[in-house]
Nanobody, 114 residues
Framework: VQLQASGGGLVQSGGSLGLSCAAS????????MGWYRQAPGKQRELVADITSGGTTNYADSVKGRFTISRDNAKNTVYLQMNSLKPEDTAVYYC?????????WGQGTQVTVSS
């Protein structure tokens, strides 16, 4: 299983960015896909995740600003980030949890300037 993330970049405070992550390989249809982030000097933290059934979970810090979605046919998860703040600056990683195993994509940098 491989995950390929794309998106990210530099944006001003209040702006928007979108991330996507496509999983490839043999993937059992029941799984959880999500986004985590890690800022310099901090631990990696959950941003949001979504089950294959569509149940979502968000960190309190992004509720109302970020939206996670997925396309099961494409094994792809998306993260729409609106009203971005400087504190959202981090490397964002996608994650796939399936059959009690976890797979990570490469990180993508999101930088929000004030």
């Amino acid at each position: 299983v491989q995950l390929q993330a794309s998106g990210g970049g530099l944006v001003q405070s209040g702006g928007s960015l979108g991330l996507s992550c496509a999983a490839s390989g043999s993937i059992f249809r029941i799984n959880v896909m999500g986004w985590y982030r890690q800022a310099p000097g901090k631990q990696r933290e959950l941003v949001a995740d979504i089950t294959s059934g569509g149940t979502t979970n968000y960190a309190d810090s992004v509720k109302g600003r970020f939206t996670i979605s997925r396309d099961n046919a494409k094994n792809t998860v998306y993260l729409q980030m609106n009203s971005l703040k400087p504190e959202d600056t981090a490397v964002y990683y996608c994650k796939l949890e399936v059959l009690k195993r976890a797979y990570w994509g490469q990180g993508t940098q999101v930088t929000v300037s004030s």
